[in-house]
């Protein structure tokens, strides 16, 4: 026994603890009702004492000051801690749902055992999220949820530098990668996904296509890009256009379609000058020399970087059909400025959106696996200042993706910067430990569950552990996240098959 419910109120039920308990932030604990074991969930400790706050204080004073040896009768009964507890969910033999009553007066609390959490089960479509945890306690009970519908409505992965974003996402990956339910676009900044001189994706499966600009490894493959793949629409987000500029763009789109660009360049359309000022069209094809990396001579273009006038013209919907086979698909972005890893991104992600749109429409999108874009420092195209510039096809996303099957991982430090929208639009939110109270109040005010009394929770969150709140689930989950190495050396031992999950 761990205390007893001596008073409060539905959404924080009192507890005194027993003097040899020691309870924690976010532990779950179980009481009984009538109807159930109610599990409960603490979020809040604080002392309590029969002795008024001048005794306490002469008390401490005397023992500070006297040097004395004085102790009170009965210490354990006169002093306490008291604990502020939740209800979560009501248990009912191995069924559960959504608690609506109170544990009963002076019911005894228990610690969790591993009778109560038999509602665990195996999911469809299963994603390890990590190890339940009770405070800093890890269960030995592993949490599931179903990954097709979890990446299929957006996942934000958020936490301060350090607390095992990157290490979570390669979790969640490799889990996945297990089954066929969905491929990854993972547009890898720090290229650390891949393992190109590190355990990494590469050990975990062998359905990890890896593209780099940089000296490809055996079996990689070399980022380059055809620039008649580029549209117009794809530099939303990528770059700031004037209305003149942006027209002009579209007017040799429309004349020129996947030879546009060249057109800009080489070509004088005196058709086309004439319709915008000659400082716009020299300002245009600068700006195209300066972001694509393009150098014109002789009326010649090169290529200095990933974008090219003549290889790379299969890249894109080779990409897009790794991905249809569930596979993960990481592009090392490392070399890249900002401005490309973000048009590559749009590039590719508007193939493959506009391919699902179509499966939808001829009725084979059933039969399509879910694709998951993972953007790495999200606010680069999802935040408030972006956004206000003309809406990307990552916002679109954002809104209309889990209509196709197409969903976004959304990793930042901020996500107070990304409007309530698209953070109400996420289903899922893997919080990972965040100590600046305006980001904590943007994660609780959208998450699937009420997080109003988990703020010291979450600012208390160590490294590898989790508060994972999600549409799917019943109640937001604590987890511990293992580690990314552990699970690849279970894996080539022997990769666990039988497991439980979450019931959502």
């Known amino acids: 026994m761990a205390g007893q419910v001596i008073s409060g109120a539905f959404d924080s039920v009192v507890v005194r603890q027993k003097s040899d308990a020691k309870l924690e932030i976010g532990q779950l604990l179980t009481a009984e009702t009538s109807q159930g074991k109610v599990l409960l969930q603490a979020f809040n400790l604080v002392y309590g004492s029969q002795l008024s706050q001048q005794n306490l204080e002469m008390i401490s004073g005397m023992k500070l000051e006297s040097d004395n040896d004085l102790e009170l009768m009965d210490a354990e009964l006169r002093n306490y801690t008291?604990?502020?507890?939740?209800?979560?969910?009501?248990?009912?033999?191995?069924?559960?749902?959504?608690?609506?009553?109170?544990?009963?007066?002076?019911?005894?609390?228990?610690?969790?055992?591993?009778?109560?959490?038999?509602?665990?089960?195996?999911?469809?479509?299963?994603?390890?999220?990590?190890?339940?945890?009770?405070?800093?306690?890890?269960?030995?009970?592993?949490?599931?949820?179903?990954?097709?519908?979890?990446?299929?409505?957006?996942?934000?992965?958020t936490a301060q530098t350090?607390?095992?974003?990157?290490?979570?996402?390669?979790?969640?990956?490799?889990?996945?990668?297990?089954?066929?339910?969905?491929?990854?676009?993972?547009?890898d900044p720090h290229d650390e996904y891949y393992g190109r001189n590190k355990?990494?994706?590469?050990?975990?499966?062998?359905?990890?296509?890896?593209?780099?600009?940089?000296?490809?490894?055996?079996?990689?493959?070399?980022?380059?890009?055809?620039?008649?793949?580029?549209?117009?629409?794809?530099?939303?987000?990528?770059?700031?256009?004037?209305?003149?500029?942006?027209?002009?763009?579209?007017?040799?789109?429309?004349?020129?379609?996947?030879?546009?660009?060249?057109?800009?360049?080489?070509e004088e359309d005196e058709s086309l000058k004439s319709l915008f000022h000659e400082a716009t069209i020299a300002v245009v094809k600068r700006r195209l020399l300066q972001l694509l990396n393009l150098e014109l001579s002789n009326n010649e273009i090169y290529s200095k970087g990933i974008f090219d006038v003549n290889s790379g013209i299969s890249t894109v919907s080779d990409i897009a059909d790794d991905l249809e086979n569930s596979k993960a698909v990481i592009i090392d972005t490392s070399s890249l400025s900002s401005q490309i890893e973000i048009l590559v991104g749009s590039i590719i992600s508007s193939e493959l959106f506009g391919r699902y749109q179509n499966y939808k429409t001829t009725g084979e999108l059933k039969d399509k696996p879910v694709v998951s874009l993972v953007l790495e420092e999200a606010p680069r195209v999802l935040g408030k200042d972006v956004l206000e510039q003309g809406p990307n096809v990552f916002s679109r996303i954002a809104r209309e993706g889990r209509k196709f099957k197409v969903g976004l991982i959304a990793i930042t430090q901020l996500p107070s910067v990304i409007p309530r929208q698209i953070l109400a639009n996420i289903g899922t939110k893997i919080i990972l430990g965040i100590e600046m109270a305006p980001e904590r109040k943007a994660i609780i005010e959208s998450s699937a569950q009420d997080l109003s009394q988990d703020d010291k929770a979450i600012a208390s969150l160590d490294i590898g552990e989790a508060i994972v709140t999600s549409t799917f689930s019943k109640f937001a989950v604590p987890v511990k996240i293992p580690l990314f190495e552990t699970l690849i050396t279970s894996k080539e031992t022997n990769y666990k098959t039988e497991f439980v999950g979450l019931r959502s």
Not at 127 to 144: E, H, M, P, T, W
Not at 211 to 225: D, S
């Open 199 to 266: 355990t990494g994706l590469k050990d975990a499966s062998g359905k990890v296509v890896y593209y780099t600009p940089n000296n490809p490894p055996a079996g990689a493959r070399t980022l380059t890009i055809n620039i008649s793949k580029i549209r117009p629409s794809h530099f939303n987000g990528v770059t700031f256009w004037s209305d003149p500029q942006k027209e002009a763009l579209y007017a040799y789109y429309r004349k020129y379609k996947a030879k546009w660009i060249e057109a800009i360049l080489i």
């Open 162 to 187: 350090g607390r095992g974003k990157s290490n979570l996402m390669s979790c969640l990956i490799l889990s996945a990668l297990q089954s066929d339910y969905s491929g990854f676009l993972i547009l």
């Open 82 to 157: 008291l604990a502020f507890l939740k209800p979560l969910l009501l248990l009912q033999n191995e069924t559960i749902r959504v608690c609506k009553t109170l544990p009963d007066f002076f019911s005894n609390v228990n610690e969790l055992e591993m009778e109560d959490i038999k509602f665990l089960e195996k999911p469809k479509n299963p994603l390890l999220l990590g190890n339940l945890r009770s405070g800093s306690k890890i269960v030995d009970a592993d949490v599931y949820l179903n990954g097709a519908e979890v990446f299929s409505h957006h996942v934000l992965i």
